[in-house]
């Protein structure tokens, strides 16, 4: 099982999941990205940037 790096909560992560794949914490909700398959790995996601139309 792997925890959470912001809260430290056990995350359920599907089987099917690919790597770079966008998971959300189910305690605190934070944004995950899948860096890892095997070992299975995870990182707070990068924040969306705004391009404001440029």
Not at 36 to 42: A, D, G, K, M, S
């Amino acid at each position: 099982m792997i925890a959470c790096p912001e809260c430290g909560s056990k995350l359920t992560i599907a089987d099917d999941v690919v790597q770079n794949e966008i998971v959300e914490c189910e305690s605190c909700g934070v944004e995950l990205e899948v860096t890892n398959l095997t070992p299975l790995q995870v990182e707070l996601a990068p924040e969306e940037q705004e391009d404001w139309g440029e």
